[in-house]
Every structure is written in structure tokens, then in C-alpha cells.
């Protein structure tokens, strides 16, 4: 399978798009309200019983990859409402595989902390990535073994670790969030 350069870039300029996108989408916490996208991941941890929380797995997953996508969903089978929930999704693009975890639970204050980890490759060397996408980043630190750790400019609870890998670039973006519950209408027990 072979690609011309011109539709390479333009795959990169959108994949590029996206993690700067979803860089600075989630420090806004109406975000649900504007985009509401339903992914099969938390249609079926509401299902199961992870009710509480669920829309942070939607949130945070539909907010990056602005549709559904392939998923893998791990919970207590026990006690569901009583335990975090761990997401792993994956979507293809003309480059590879970006892959995401994701995890929520309800904390003991009754609101939902959630994180997130994606791991996107790019073709392009990091110092090229850098010095585009993320040139508005700020350093934050080079002690993780050495790779080069950046802080999002919106989000403090948001880096982004760029890593020479294969002649390109792994960029892997984490974060913290800490959300409110999800309104219910069930009846308190």
C-alpha cells in the first residue's frame, strides 16, 4: 500500500488537528452540552451498572476521537457502581493506530476522577512535531528517563511526552479530570 506525500501530510495535519484539539477541549467542562457524541464503550458500562461515571469515559473519549470507536471495557462484575471502570479504544488512521485508556470511578466526595492515556504515532521526527503542533507547550521536564515532558497551556492536569521512535515520533498524552456526576433519575435506595 503506498500513499502520495501530499496525502500523508494532509492525514498528519488533521491527526495533528485532533491532539491539539483535544489539548484544550476538555478544560471546558460544557463540552458535553456542545458535542454530544454516544460511544458504544459507556452505552455499555450504563448498561452493566456504571452508571455514576460513565459520561466521563464519553466525554473524554468522544472529545478525541470525535466519533465511536473500537473498544475493550474492563469492570467490576460484582459490584459495577462500587468500582472504577477501565476503557481501552483504538482507531486506525492513515499512519497507524492511536490507542487510549481511559479510567473513571466515582470518588468518595460523589463526583467522577477520570484519566487518560494516548499513545498516537507519527511519521514525522519529534523535533518537526514540536516545533509545530505543540509549539505553544511549554517544557515541564526531561526527568521520565530522559524523554521530553510537556505541560498542555490550557490544562495543568494535561502533558504530552514526545519520543523519537522508528525514524518518527510516539507521543503519548495523559491527563487528570476531575468531574461531576452524572444526573440520575433513579430513586435513591
Given at each position: 500500500?503506498?500513499?502520495?506525500?501530499a496525502?500523508?501530510?494532509?492525514q498528519?495535519?488533521k491527526?495533528?488537528?485532533?491532539l491539539v484539539?483535544a489539548s484544550f477541549?476538555?478544560?471546558?467542562p460544557?463540552?458535553?452540552?456542545i458535542n454530544e457524541?454516544?460511544?458504544?464503550s459507556?452505552?455499555?458500562?450504563?448498561?452493566?451498572?456504571?452508571?455514576a461515571?460513565?459520561?466521563?469515559?464519553?466525554d473524554i473519549?468522544s472529545?478525541?476521537?470525535?466519533s465511536?470507536?473500537a473498544?475493550?471495557?474492563?469492570?467490576?462484575?460484582?459490584?459495577?457502581a462500587?468500582?472504577?471502570?477501565l476503557?481501552?479504544?483504538?482507531?486506525?488512521?492513515?499512519?497507524?493506530?492511536?490507542?487510549?485508556?481511559i479510567?473513571?470511578?466515582?470518588?468518595?466526595?460523589?463526583t467522577?476522577?477520570?484519566?487518560?492515556?494516548?499513545?498516537?504515532?507519527?511519521?514525522?521526527?519529534?523535533?518537526k512535531?514540536?516545533?509545530?503542533?505543540?509549539?505553544?507547550?511549554p517544557?515541564y521536564?526531561?526527568k521520565l528517563?530522559?524523554?521530553?515532558?510537556?505541560?498542555?497551556?490550557?490544562?495543568?492536569s494535561?502533558?504530552?511526552?514526545?519520543e523519537?521512535?522508528?525514524g518518527?515520533?510516539?507521543?503519548?498524552?495523559t491527563?487528570?479530570?476531575?468531574?461531576?456526576?452524572?444526573?440520575?433519575?433513579d430513586?435513591?435506595?
Amino acid at each position: 500500500m503506498t500513499c502520495s506525500s501530499a496525502g500523508l501530510e494532509s492525514q498528519l495535519k488533521k491527526i495533528a488537528g485532533l491532539l491539539v484539539l483535544a489539548s484544550f477541549g476538555l478544560a471546558y467542562p460544557a463540552y458535553a452540552d456542545i458535542n454530544e457524541v454516544a460511544t458504544q464503550s459507556a452505552v455499555q458500562l450504563k448498561e452493566k451498572g456504571f452508571v455514576a461515571c460513565a459520561h466521563a469515559v464519553d466525554d473524554i473519549a468522544s472529545f478525541l476521537f470525535q466519533s465511536d470507536f473500537a473498544y475493550l471495557n474492563l469492570w467490576n462484575q460484582s459490584d459495577t457502581a462500587k468500582h472504577s471502570a477501565l476503557v481501552t479504544g483504538a482507531k486506525s488512521y492513515t499512519v497507524g493506530k492511536s490507542i487510549l485508556t481511559i479510567t473513571a470511578t466515582e470518588s468518595q466526595v460523589g463526583t467522577c476522577d477520570a484519566s487518560f492515556t494516548l499513545v498516537m504515532p507519527f511519521p514525522e521526527e519529534c523535533t518537526k512535531i514540536r516545533q509545530t503542533t505543540f509549539k505553544g507547550w511549554p517544557f515541564y521536564s526531561d526527568k521520565l528517563a530522559g524523554i521530553s515532558v510537556y505541560e498542555d497551556p490550557s490544562i495543568s492536569s494535561v502533558s504530552l511526552a514526545l519520543e523519537p521512535f522508528q525514524g518518527g515520533c510516539l507521543a503519548v498524552k495523559t491527563g487528570l479530570f476531575f468531574l461531576s456526576r452524572e444526573k440520575t433519575t433513579d430513586k435513591p435506595r
